[in-house]
Protein backbone atom coordinates (compact mmCIF):
# COMPACT_ATOMS: atom_id res chain seq x y z
CA UNK A 1 0.00 0.00 0.00
CA UNK A 2 0.76 3.27 -0.52
CA UNK A 3 1.78 3.69 3.57
CA UNK A 4 1.49 1.69 6.90
CA UNK A 5 -1.57 0.96 8.04
CA UNK A 6 -2.62 0.05 11.52
CA UNK A 7 -5.74 -1.24 13.00
CA UNK A 8 -7.74 -1.13 14.72
CA UNK A 9 -7.00 3.15 15.17
CA UNK A 10 -8.44 2.90 18.83
CA UNK A 11 -9.32 0.17 21.49
CA UNK A 12 -10.93 0.14 24.80
CA UNK A 13 -10.52 -3.45 26.50
CA UNK A 14 -11.29 -4.34 29.96
CA UNK A 15 -8.10 -5.37 32.07
CA UNK A 16 -7.35 -9.24 32.10
CA UNK A 17 -8.16 -9.62 28.37
CA UNK A 18 -6.19 -10.07 25.07
CA UNK A 19 -6.27 -7.64 22.50
CA UNK A 20 -4.35 -8.29 18.84
CA UNK A 21 -2.95 -5.09 16.79
CA UNK A 22 -2.43 -4.96 13.41
CA UNK A 23 -0.09 -3.53 10.96
CA UNK A 24 0.07 -3.98 7.23
CA UNK A 25 3.66 -2.33 6.16
CA UNK A 26 4.61 -0.67 2.88
CA UNK A 27 5.11 -2.99 -0.10
CA UNK A 28 8.55 -4.06 0.07
CA UNK A 29 9.55 -2.76 2.62
CA UNK A 30 11.34 -5.83 4.65
CA UNK A 31 12.14 -3.87 8.01
CA UNK A 32 8.97 -4.10 10.52
CA UNK A 33 9.09 -2.21 13.71
CA UNK A 34 6.56 -1.74 16.91
CA UNK A 35 6.99 1.31 19.06
CA UNK A 36 5.04 2.29 22.00
CA UNK A 37 4.33 5.75 22.95
CA UNK A 38 2.87 6.08 26.53
CA UNK A 39 1.23 9.64 27.27
CA UNK A 40 3.48 12.70 27.33
CA UNK A 41 6.35 10.25 27.01
CA UNK A 42 8.90 9.25 24.28
CA UNK A 43 8.81 6.02 21.96
CA UNK A 44 9.75 2.91 23.40
CA UNK A 45 11.19 0.48 20.97
CA UNK A 46 9.21 -3.12 21.54
CA UNK A 47 10.18 -5.61 18.75
CA UNK A 48 12.47 -5.64 15.03
CA UNK A 49 11.45 -8.15 12.09
CA UNK A 50 13.79 -8.38 9.26
CA UNK A 51 12.91 -10.74 6.48
CA UNK A 52 13.26 -14.51 7.46
CA UNK A 53 16.00 -13.42 10.55
CA UNK A 54 15.10 -13.83 14.15
CA UNK A 55 13.02 -10.98 15.32
CA UNK A 56 14.84 -8.95 17.61
CA UNK A 57 12.54 -9.24 20.78
CA UNK A 58 14.92 -7.47 23.23
CA UNK A 59 12.18 -4.52 24.10
CA UNK A 60 9.14 -6.71 25.23
CA UNK A 61 8.55 -5.19 28.41
CA UNK A 62 6.91 -8.96 29.62
CA UNK A 63 6.00 -12.17 28.56
CA UNK A 64 2.30 -11.06 27.67
CA UNK A 65 3.72 -9.39 24.85
CA UNK A 66 4.39 -10.99 21.63
CA UNK A 67 4.60 -10.43 18.28
CA UNK A 68 4.38 -12.38 14.72
CA UNK A 69 4.83 -11.25 11.18
CA UNK A 70 4.02 -13.24 8.05
CA UNK A 71 7.06 -13.04 5.86
CA UNK A 72 7.01 -9.43 4.62
CA UNK A 73 3.77 -8.27 5.14
CA UNK A 74 1.45 -8.48 8.03
CA UNK A 75 2.19 -8.17 11.88
CA UNK A 76 0.51 -8.53 14.43
CA UNK A 77 1.10 -7.82 17.79
CA UNK A 78 -0.45 -9.30 20.92
CA UNK A 79 -0.92 -8.24 24.29
CA UNK A 80 -2.38 -11.00 26.82
CA UNK A 81 -4.01 -10.46 30.18
CA UNK A 82 -3.95 -6.53 29.91
CA UNK A 83 -2.97 -4.45 32.53
CA UNK A 84 -3.43 -0.80 33.13
CA UNK A 85 0.17 0.21 32.69
CA UNK A 86 -0.82 -1.14 29.00
CA UNK A 87 -2.41 1.67 28.34
CA UNK A 88 -0.83 3.94 25.43
CA UNK A 89 -0.22 4.12 21.35
CA UNK A 90 1.44 1.37 19.76
CA UNK A 91 3.26 2.68 16.48
CA UNK A 92 4.04 0.53 13.69
CA UNK A 93 6.56 1.43 10.98
CA UNK A 94 8.66 -0.16 8.33
CA UNK A 95 11.75 0.55 6.33
CA UNK A 96 14.07 -0.99 3.39
CA UNK A 97 16.48 -3.09 5.02
CA UNK A 98 18.17 -1.51 7.71
CA UNK A 99 16.43 1.91 8.22
CA UNK A 100 18.70 3.55 6.82
CA UNK A 101 16.61 6.44 4.75
CA UNK A 102 14.06 6.32 8.04
CA UNK A 103 11.29 4.55 9.02
CA UNK A 104 7.22 5.45 7.60
CA UNK A 105 5.40 5.05 10.78
CA UNK A 106 1.38 4.51 10.50
CA UNK A 107 -0.90 6.57 12.74
CA UNK A 108 -1.15 3.85 15.75
CA UNK A 109 -3.27 2.19 17.37
CA UNK A 110 -4.54 3.76 21.21
CA UNK A 111 -5.12 0.86 23.85
CA UNK A 112 -6.93 1.79 26.20
CA UNK A 113 -7.23 -0.88 29.06
CA UNK A 114 -10.07 0.08 31.91
CA UNK B 1 24.95 1.75 24.10
CA UNK B 2 23.35 4.54 21.85
CA UNK B 3 21.12 7.30 23.46
CA UNK B 4 19.46 10.47 22.68
CA UNK B 5 18.98 13.20 25.05
CA UNK B 6 16.50 16.32 24.27
CA UNK B 7 17.03 18.06 27.42
CA UNK B 8 13.51 20.57 27.06
CA UNK B 9 10.90 19.10 27.75
CA UNK B 10 8.63 22.40 26.68
CA UNK B 11 9.78 24.61 24.07
CA UNK B 12 7.07 28.44 23.79
CA UNK B 13 8.42 30.72 20.91
CA UNK B 14 6.04 33.45 19.17
CA UNK B 15 4.84 33.09 15.70
CA UNK B 16 7.54 34.32 13.13
CA UNK B 17 10.00 33.88 15.71
CA UNK B 18 13.00 31.79 14.99
CA UNK B 19 13.26 28.26 16.43
CA UNK B 20 16.01 26.63 17.64
CA UNK B 21 15.18 22.46 19.94
CA UNK B 22 18.59 20.55 20.96
CA UNK B 23 19.56 17.23 20.86
CA UNK B 24 22.60 15.37 22.27
CA UNK B 25 23.47 11.96 21.24
CA UNK B 26 25.54 8.74 22.28
CA UNK B 27 27.20 6.67 19.86
CA UNK B 28 30.54 4.67 19.20
CA UNK B 29 30.04 5.35 15.60
CA UNK B 30 29.77 7.77 13.01
CA UNK B 31 25.92 8.36 13.55
CA UNK B 32 23.21 8.38 11.28
CA UNK B 33 20.44 10.79 12.93
CA UNK B 34 16.61 11.86 12.38
CA UNK B 35 14.55 14.51 13.67
CA UNK B 36 10.70 13.31 13.75
CA UNK B 37 7.77 15.41 14.50
CA UNK B 38 4.48 14.54 15.38
CA UNK B 39 1.43 16.20 14.96
CA UNK B 40 -1.52 16.13 17.17
CA UNK B 41 -3.39 13.31 16.99
CA UNK B 42 -1.02 12.16 13.77
CA UNK B 43 1.85 9.48 13.16
CA UNK B 44 5.51 10.67 13.13
CA UNK B 45 6.46 12.14 10.04
CA UNK B 46 10.37 12.29 8.86
CA UNK B 47 11.71 15.52 8.67
CA UNK B 48 15.56 15.29 7.88
CA UNK B 49 18.12 13.16 8.09
CA UNK B 50 21.96 12.94 7.71
CA UNK B 51 24.31 10.09 7.48
CA UNK B 52 27.51 11.58 6.19
CA UNK B 53 29.08 14.51 3.92
CA UNK B 54 27.57 18.52 4.23
CA UNK B 55 26.93 18.71 8.13
CA UNK B 56 24.13 21.22 7.68
CA UNK B 57 20.74 18.86 6.38
CA UNK B 58 17.86 20.73 5.21
CA UNK B 59 14.85 19.33 5.21
CA UNK B 60 10.99 20.04 4.85
CA UNK B 61 8.51 22.62 5.83
CA UNK B 62 11.78 24.96 6.42
CA UNK B 63 13.49 23.21 8.67
CA UNK B 64 17.26 22.16 8.87
CA UNK B 65 19.63 20.93 11.39
CA UNK B 66 23.34 20.77 11.71
CA UNK B 67 25.61 18.21 12.79
CA UNK B 68 28.25 18.95 15.22
CA UNK B 69 30.72 15.59 16.02
CA UNK B 70 32.48 17.60 18.90
CA UNK B 71 29.17 18.26 20.47
CA UNK B 72 27.84 15.52 20.02
CA UNK B 73 24.96 17.22 18.87
CA UNK B 74 21.83 17.78 15.79
CA UNK B 75 19.76 21.03 16.53
CA UNK B 76 16.76 21.45 14.85
CA UNK B 77 16.57 25.22 13.80
CA UNK B 78 14.06 27.10 11.58
CA UNK B 79 14.35 30.75 10.61
CA UNK B 80 10.74 31.85 11.22
CA UNK B 81 8.32 29.68 12.82
CA UNK B 82 4.55 29.20 11.91
CA UNK B 83 1.24 28.72 13.92
CA UNK B 84 1.32 25.07 11.92
CA UNK B 85 4.55 24.19 13.55
CA UNK B 86 3.02 23.32 16.73
CA UNK B 87 3.99 19.84 17.53
CA UNK B 88 5.84 17.23 19.64
CA UNK B 89 9.53 16.72 17.85
CA UNK B 90 11.72 13.79 18.37
CA UNK B 91 15.33 13.79 17.40
CA UNK B 92 16.59 9.99 16.98
CA UNK B 93 19.96 7.94 16.30
CA UNK B 94 20.36 4.90 14.60
CA UNK B 95 21.64 2.31 16.23
CA UNK B 96 22.54 -1.65 15.65
CA UNK B 97 19.07 -2.08 13.41
CA UNK B 98 16.62 0.13 14.99
CA UNK B 99 16.38 3.33 15.76
CA UNK B 100 16.37 4.78 19.09
CA UNK B 101 14.36 8.41 20.08
CA UNK B 102 14.51 10.66 22.25
CA UNK B 103 12.13 11.92 24.80
CA UNK B 104 10.70 14.66 22.53
CA UNK B 105 10.12 18.34 22.80
CA UNK B 106 6.69 19.81 23.05
CA UNK B 107 6.44 23.35 20.87
CA UNK B 108 3.91 26.04 21.48
CA UNK B 109 3.23 29.05 19.15
CA UNK B 110 2.43 31.79 20.53
CA UNK B 111 0.40 34.12 18.19
Known amino acids: GAGVSQSPSNKVTEKGKDVELRCDPI?????LYWYRQRLGQGLEFLIYFQGNSAPDKSGLPSDRFSAERTGESVSTLTIQRTQQEDSAVYLC????????????FGSGTRLTVV | AQSVTQPDIHITVSEGASLELRCNYS??????LFWYVQSPGQGLQLLLK??????LVQGIKGFEAEFKRSQSSFNLRKPSVHWSDAAEYFCAVEGRDKIIFGKGTRLHILP
Open chain 1, 27 to 31: SGHTA
Open chain 2, 27 to 32: YGATPY
Open chain 1, 93 to 104: ASSTPGGFWGYT
Open chain 2, 50 to 55: YFSGDT
